[in-house]
């Protein structure tokens, strides 16, 4: 008998041990995938970046108007706190400080962090674009009037393209927040198996 419980103690033991090694290797495989799709994601972000910075170019070398310059500033004004903000915010997170379960959690739940303040970050830049769009109408009334009327012949389009992409942030965000805080669970239980500290 008293054999008998040591065995299966034993395999306790045993398969406890496999399926830490399991979740392990499951770890390791997620931090690695999501640091190539880091790497592609900033890849097509800086492409992104370009594309913009030519139209403007593009823009400003065709229309030398002064409200067409104070368009084309704003724009790489906003590309480029964009992309700052992008490569600031994954710094530090591309590999782990050290081969070992702490620094793969550390690194898993660092990025976790950094994903949620892109988000802030996205509602911020927007708020900042809407805000330029809404400034845009008086200033063009005052300074260019000849542009006034245009701009409230478009003023539908531009409703509708606030609207779109009001609710396109509104349902990424929900999302991002939902995926985040079951990923975060499954990181801190990991932790807690593992009995690392945060």
Same mark, same amino acid.
């Given at each position: &008998?008293?054999?008998?419980?040591?065995w *299966?103690?034993? &395999?306790?033991?045993?398969?406890?041990?496999?399926?830490d090694?399991?979740?392990m #290797?499951g %770890?390791?495989?997620?931090v690695?995938t $999501?640091s190539? /799709?880091?790497? @592609?994601?900033?890849?097509?972000?800086?492409?992104? !970046?370009?594309?913009?910075?030519?139209?403007? *170019?593009?823009?400003l070398?065709?229309?030398?108007? =002064?409200?067409? +310059?104070? /368009?084309?500033?704003?724009m @790489?004004? +906003?590309?480029? &706190?964009?992309?700052?903000?992008?490569?600031?915010?994954?710094? !530090?997170?591309?590999? =782990?400080?050290? $081969?070992s379960?702490?620094?793969?959690?550390?690194? *898993? %739940?660092?990025?976790?962090?950094?994903?949620?303040?892109s988000?802030?970050?996205?509602? %911020?830049?927007? !708020?900042?674009?809407?805000? +330029?769009?809404?400034?845009?109408? =008086?200033?063009?009334? +005052?300074?260019w009037p000849?542009?006034?009327?245009p701009?409230?012949?478009?003023t539908?389009?531009l409703?509708?393209? @606030?609207?779109?992409?009001?609710?396109?942030?509104?349902s990424?965000?929900?999302?991002?927040? *939902?995926?985040?805080?079951?990923e #975060?669970?499954?990181?801190?239980?990991?932790?807690? $198996?593992?009995r690392v $500290? =945060?």
């Amino acid at each position: &008998m008293n054999t008998s419980t040591e065995w *299966a103690d034993l &395999m306790r033991v045993w398969q406890q041990d496999v399926d830490d090694d399991a979740d392990m #290797r499951g %770890l390791r495989r997620r931090v690695q995938t $999501e640091s190539r /799709w880091l790497s @592609l994601s900033l890849l097509a972000e800086y492409a992104v !970046g370009a594309v913009i910075t030519c139209l403007v *170019a593009w823009k400003l070398a065709t229309d030398k108007g =002064p409200d067409t +310059f104070v /368009w084309g500033f704003a724009m @790489l004004w +906003f590309t480029g &706190m964009a992309l700052q903000f992008t490569r600031d915010n994954r710094r !530090g997170t591309w590999i =782990p400080s050290a $081969e070992s379960t702490c620094a793969y959690l550390d690194l *898993a %739940l660092e990025r976790l962090s950094r994903r949620e303040r892109s988000l802030r970050f996205a509602w %911020l830049l927007y !708020g900042l674009q809407v805000a +330029f769009l809404v400034a845009w109408y =008086p200033a063009t009334w +005052f300074l260019w009037p000849e542009q006034a009327w245009p701009l409230i012949e478009r003023t539908p389009v531009l409703l509708a393209w @606030l609207a779109l992409t009001t609710l396109a942030l509104v349902s990424w965000s929900v999302n991002v927040r *939902a995926r985040t805080s079951s990923e #975060r669970g499954d990181l801190e239980r990991l932790r807690e $198996e593992f009995r690392v $500290e =945060p």
